[in-house]
């Protein structure tokens, strides 16, 4: 499994602390893929979206907005999140991509053929 955490987004204050464009809360995005195909040769993949407040460090440099990077972002949203909840976000996750690989529940109409069910081979 895999995680990409976007967090190109940003909502920014003009003005704060005598800097301009100041980063103060992140839009994330992040997809887990795992390495498991469904029936069309696509790797399986979930989607948590989410907001995170950032606040400004005064024990840190400051980073210009044109030099902020999505790496650089990702770490003060991680950071301000705490292990546990980026843990619980990656945790959701991995449940709806193994849902996916193998559900427990499916959608039939009545008077329809059900498809066939898809065996994943280890």
């Given at each position: ?21 100041v ?8 997809t ?33 907005f ?40 499916i ?8 498809e ?7």
């Amino acid at each position: 499994m895999t995680y990409d955490w976007n967090c190109k987004t940003v909502d920014v204050h003009p003005q704060e602390e005598g800097e301009t464009d100041v980063v103060y809360n992140v839009h994330w995005i992040v997809t887990g893929t795992s390495d498991q195909l469904d029936p069309q040769g696509n790797a399986y993949s979930a989607t948590n979206i989410g907001t995170q407040v950032v606040p400004l460090n005064p024990e840190t440099p400051f980073i210009p907005f044109d030099e902020l990077t999505n790496e650089v972002v990702v770490g003060w949203t991680k950071d301000a999140m705490g292990e546990e909840q980026v843990q619980s976000i990656e945790d959701s996750i991995a449940s709806q991509i193994a849902e996916l690989e193998n559900p427990t529940s499916i959608t039939m109409t009545i008077g329809e053929q059900p498809e066939p069910p898809v065996t994943i081979e280890e």
